[in-house]
């Protein structure tokens, strides 16, 4: 059967062709062991339709987010075109949400059919059913997943994506799926089940095969909780050690220690980012973060001390948020002083407990133009608000919104940055002709 699997671009995207398409190259990979033929089409980057390489196929897999839906049921009409009789399934995050949060009508009727959850399996057994096939398919995965082939690179140009570890083009990869914690912003435990794994040394083995293969030697793992169990870790760093590879990965503040940090400078990590998402206590608790402000500031700490770049992410305007709150996280960022940082605004998304429970969160109205909710988008000096709530409506909070990262952009990162992270420096350094007072060394 042939099967073209579709990444859609995504327009207002500060760097829309970051990292390959993991997930799609992963369901390609499960595909193709059953002998299909597979054909991965990454539109990242491409705005025109007139660039979009879609082929004559009999199923057509599209993932989506939640800003790029419509654009997604633009390319679905574009696959019908190319073949009228050709089934259209679409998948992701974001699908899942509505799907899980019964919300089936604001799926584009141009699907005939949804992926909720992991795409490995669930696909293989729409495939199995076509032509008629179900509306819905879920399938998840085992915990071992060494059963699962996996991604062949070869379905890509590798060379086509900017994401570097230092100057060395990196390459995104996974040694584990889910994620044990329920923060109130996030949706990820609908995709997954459990945690599930690879083993140390099928990772390691797949690393060695990339080295000698594609001479790549820098990795972003996107686990989104690497040092969640500690023994495999330390296996998997033990055998990655004497590879002489460089990697940056997600730590988990309340959970690592300075030990963790010191074994993963030894294996070859680099950079370390974590979601400290605010410098409030109020909002960490409203988010369910589990976390102290004084933890934040230590994972921060540990790593400076190790000499690993430190890099934070930060949430504004999650329900509860105002002026001081705001003001907290200002102080946070003079005290620690990150070497670099990612700003988003809090968006509503589906299955999320914000868009559950929201009287629970003190949320009066959340807005559904999914095309508006954009954590961050053009220059990385603007984003989004999609709720009112009983501290502030969305035109007050986009007001300091915009004040706070008015205020960010005075701080100049530091370290190795991506090439839109050097172009935005660049910008914002011809912003501010004048700069503003010295912000202090930090912790």
Same mark, same amino acid.
């Given at each position: 059967m042939?099967?073209? %699997?579709?990444?859609?671009?995504?327009?207002?995207?500060? !760097?829309?062709?970051?990292?390959?398409?993991?997930?799609?190259?992963?369901v390609?990979s499960?595909?193709?062991?059953?002998?299909?033929?597979?054909?991965?089409?990454? $539109?990242?980057?491409?705005k025109?339709?007139? !660039?979009?390489?879609?082929?004559?196929?009999?199923?057509?897999?599209?993932?989506?987010?939640?800003?790029?839906m419509? $654009?997604?049921?633009?390319?679905?009409?574009?696959?019908?075109?190319?073949?009228p009789k050709?089934?259209?399934?679409?998948?992701g995050a974001?699908?899942?949400?509505?799907?899980?949060?019964?919300? !089936? +009508?604001?799926?584009?009727?141009?699907?005939?059919?949804i992926?909720?959850?992991?795409?490995?399996?669930?696909?293989?057994?729409?495939?199995?059913?076509?032509?008629?096939?179900?509306y819905?398919? !879920?399938h998840? %995965?085992?915990?071992?997943?060494?059963?699962?082939?996996?991604?062949?690179y070869?379905?890509?140009?590798?060379s086509?994506?900017?994401?570097?570890? =230092?100057?060395s083009?990196?390459?995104?990869?996974?040694t584990s799926?889910?994620?044990?914690?329920?923060?109130?912003? +996030?949706?990820?435990?609908?995709?997954?089940?459990?945690?599930?794994?690879?083993?140390?040394?099928a990772?390691?083995?797949?690393?060695?095969?990339?080295?000698?293969?594609?001479?790549?030697?820098?990795?972003?793992?996107?686990?989104?909780?690497f040092?969640?169990?500690?023994?495999?870790?330390s296996?998997?760093?033990?055998?990655?050690?004497?590879l =002489?590879?460089?990697?940056r +990965?997600?730590?988990?503040?309340?959970?690592?220690t300075?030990?963790?940090?010191?074994?993963?400078?030894?294996?070859? +990590?680099?950079?370390?980012?974590?979601?400290?998402?605010s410098?409030?206590?109020?909002?960490?608790?409203?988010?369910?973060?589990?976390?102290?402000?004084?933890q934040?500031k230590?994972?921060?700490?540990?790593?400076?001390? %190790?000499?690993?770049?430190?890099r934070?992410?930060?949430?504004?305007?999650?329900?509860?948020e105002?002026?001081d709150?705001?003001?907290?996280?200002k102080?946070?960022?003079?005290?620690?002083?990150?070497s670099?940082?990612?700003?988003?605004?809090?968006?509503?998304?589906?299955?999320?407990d914000?868009?559950?429970?929201?009287?629970?969160? =003190?949320?009066?109205?959340i807005?559904?133009?999914?095309?508006?909710?954009?954590q961050?988008?053009?220059?990385?000096?603007?984003?989004?608000c999609?709720?009112?709530?009983?501290?502030?409506?969305?035109?007050?909070?986009?007001? $300091?919104?915009?004040?706070?990262r008015?205020?960010m952009?005075?701080?100049?990162?530091?370290?190795?940055?991506?090439?839109?992270?050097?172009?935005i420096?660049?910008?914002?350094?011809?912003?501010?002709?004048?700069?503003?007072?010295?912000?202090? =060394?930090?912790i």
């Amino acid at each position: 059967m042939r099967i073209q %699997l579709i990444h859609p671009p995504h327009p207002d995207a500060i !760097e829309d062709r970051l990292d390959v398409p993991l997930g799609l190259l992963c369901v390609a990979s499960s595909l193709r062991k059953e002998g299909h033929d597979i054909d991965v089409c990454d $539109l990242s980057g491409m705005k025109k339709k007139e !660039e979009w390489n879609i082929t004559e196929a009999d199923l057509y897999g599209i993932t989506s987010y939640i800003p790029t839906m419509s $654009l997604s049921a633009e390319i679905a009409r574009a696959c019908k075109e190319k073949n009228p009789k050709a089934k259209i399934v679409g998948g992701g995050a974001n699908f899942t949400g509505l799907i899980k949060s019964s919300l !089936e +009508c604001l799926v584009p009727e141009i699907f005939d059919s949804i992926i909720v959850g992991p795409g490995e399996l669930a696909m293989l057994d729409l495939v199995s059913d076509m032509p008629d096939i179900n509306y819905i398919y !879920e399938h998840p %995965l085992d915990k071992n997943l060494d059963c699962y082939p996996n991604p062949n690179y070869e379905s890509i140009d590798l060379s086509s994506y900017n994401r570097k570890i =230092g100057d060395s083009l990196s390459l995104s990869m996974l040694t584990s799926r889910g994620c044990p914690f329920r923060c109130a912003f +996030c949706s990820i435990y609908t995709l997954y089940k459990h945690m599930s794994y690879r083993s140390p040394k099928a990772v390691a083995k797949e690393i060695s095969h990339i080295i000698e293969t594609y001479g790549i030697r820098s990795f972003n793992f996107q686990d989104d909780t690497f040092l969640i169990d500690k023994k495999r870790t330390s296996e998997l760093l033990r055998l990655l050690t004497p590879l =002489g590879i460089s990697f940056r +990965c997600h730590g988990r503040v309340g959970l690592d220690t300075k030990e963790d940090y010191q074994r993963l400078k030894e294996a070859g +990590c680099t950079q370390i980012c974590w979601g400290i998402e605010s410098g409030s206590q109020f909002i960490l608790d409203r988010m369910n973060k589990n976390i102290t402000i004084e933890q934040n500031k230590q994972v921060i700490r540990w790593a400076r001390e %190790l000499e690993i770049l430190d890099r934070v992410f930060i949430i504004t305007g999650f329900p509860g948020e105002n002026k001081d709150t705001l003001e907290e996280t200002k102080r946070f960022i003079e005290e620690t002083n990150p070497s670099q940082y990612f700003i988003s605004s809090f968006q509503p998304y589906p299955r999320t407990d914000v868009w559950n429970s929201p009287k629970k969160y =003190g949320v009066k109205r959340i807005y559904y133009d999914f095309s508006q909710y954009l954590q961050t988008f053009g220059d990385g000096m603007k984003g989004k608000c999609n709720i009112d709530t009983i501290w502030t409506s969305r035109e007050e909070m986009a007001g $300091l919104e915009n004040d706070f990262r008015g205020w960010m952009s005075y701080r100049k990162s530091r370290g190795p940055m991506q090439e839109y992270e050097k172009k935005i420096e660049r910008l914002k350094s011809r912003r501010h002709e004048s700069p503003r007072r010295d912000l202090g =060394g930090g912790i």
